[in-house]
Every structure is written in C-alpha cells, then in structure tokens.
C-alpha cells in the first residue's frame, strides 16, 4: 500500500478528527476542575482510613469510592492519549503523562492490588498530581528536581566540612569534652546540631574553658556552615527555579503550537491548484511584453 493511498489518508484524518476533539475536553476549564476534585477526594480518602473504627464502619462505601476515582484516572489518562492520536509520540515527550501513566497502570498490577502498603503509597503519589494543574505548584516541582545535582554537590562540601572540623574538635576537645567529642560519630553530630545554631553559646563557653582557640573554631564553622552554606544552597535553588519557569514557558509555548487539520491543509491545497489551473489558461491571452518581442528581433 503507496504512502499516498487513500485508505492511509483517511486513516490519518480519522486520527487528526479524534486527537482535535479530546484535545478540546483535556484542555477544557472544567475537565482540569473535575481532575483536581479527584485528586483532592482521592487525598481525603487516604486521611480518613488512618482513622480505624471510622475505616472499619465505612469500609464498603471508601472500597467503592476508591474504584470510582482510578476509574476516573483511568478515563483521564485515556482522554489523553487519544489527544495524541494523531502524534502518539508526543504523548509519551511530557514527564507528566508517563508519570499518570505509570501510575495508573500499576494500580491494576495483581501484586499492587493485594499490597495494602504498596496500593497506600500508589494512592498517595496521585497527590502529586495536583502539581500538573497549578503552574506554580509545577515550577516548584520541576525545581526541585532540577536542584538534584546542586543539591548532591551542595551535600558533597557539606559532608566534607564537617568531617574537617569534627576531627578538629576531637584532636582538641575530646580529652576534656569526651561526651560531645570523644569520637568521630559524637563530634559530627554535635556540630550537625550546632549547624542549625541551637545550643552555641553552651558550646561556645565549654569551649573556652577548655582553650582560648575555641573562639575561632567555633566562628569559622558557624560561618561557612550556617551562612555560607545556607546561602550557596538558596542560590542553587534560585538558579534551578529559574530554570524551571524557562523550561515550563517553552513546554507551554510548544503545546500551544497545533499542527493544522488534514482537510484545512487539503482545502488549502486545492485553492492553490485551482489557482495554478487559472493562471495556465490566461496565460495564452496575456500579450507579450515589448522588450521580449525586441529581443526577438534582434536574434540572428
């Protein structure tokens, strides 16, 4: 079958017919609203079994409430995939679909469906897919995950700092102070729970009877721990936030970019032919100019 049969064109158009119509419901106000009730009711229901005789005398009906919403999950994602009949591949370039994918297939994994624990956690990631439907709630996550390799290296130095200075504190204080720095263990906790400035001045003092450099250990940690630190890790949150929104205006620019129907395009084509078709028979009855009809002439 030829590329061009009219078996595959109409194939096509059907996909193109299909992808327009659900794409006008996924984009819909009130589909995005009825969504977001799901997954807040779906939230509600999760709060409401932590409690025990309350899940015990309303077991029937939160059982059936639960099969209502990962039908209606299922429906949605449904929806949206057939808004990509027409570019199936596209459907599967957003983070978030494969996201509400996996998590709804899962739910219909047997060993997740007997799982308590495991269908508990699966219900819970749904939550998370209110950051789809908020814009700002979506930068934040992306930022988040794009703050991962700051964040490691930021947890890198950190790790480095106060290795350095907890075996400062031992070689200096761990004869004198053995409960906070008899070890390398007591020294990095101590200092871990110094990084967040609770319980200093007792440290600081302590540390001065036992030597006057204490002072200066003491200072320096606190500032690359608790300023310098602190502020490097805001800058790469700032940056990976920055990042976000730019990457969110260029995902939302492209999925406003719609490819035209089939039959706008076919239309299009035929005004053109039809205009080529004219153009040919006045071309006949067109006089030619006077330069041309000279040149002629002029020709041995």
Known sequence: MSLDSPALAATDERRA??????????????????????????????????YAGFAQEWHTGLKLLEHLLLGAFTVEIALRALAHADRPSDFFRNPWNVFDLTVVLCAFLPFVSENTTVLRLLRLARVVRTARFLPQLRIIVTAIGKSVPGAVSFLLVGTLLLYMYAMLGWAAFSADDPEH?????????????????????????????????????????????SFLMVN?????????LAQARELDGDRRAADGEQAPPVEEIRERIAAARAQLEDLEHLLPHVPPRPEAVAKAAHRP
């Open 17 to 50: 017919r299909i992808a327009e119509r659900a794409g006008r419901v996924v984009e819909a106000d009130w589909f995005s609203a009825l969504a977001v009730g799901a997954i807040a009711l779906n939230a509600v229901l999760l709060g409401a079994e932590t």
């Open 232 to 240: 490097l890790l805001i800058g790469v949150v700032i940056d990976s």
């Open 181 to 225: 720095y008899g070890s390398l263990g007591r020294a990095a906790l101590t200092l871990f729970v110094l990084m967040t400035l609770d319980g200093l001045g007792d440290a600081l003092y302590g540390g001065l009877a036992i030597s006057p450099w204490a002072v200066v250990y003491y200072a320096s940690y606190v500032l690359l721990s």
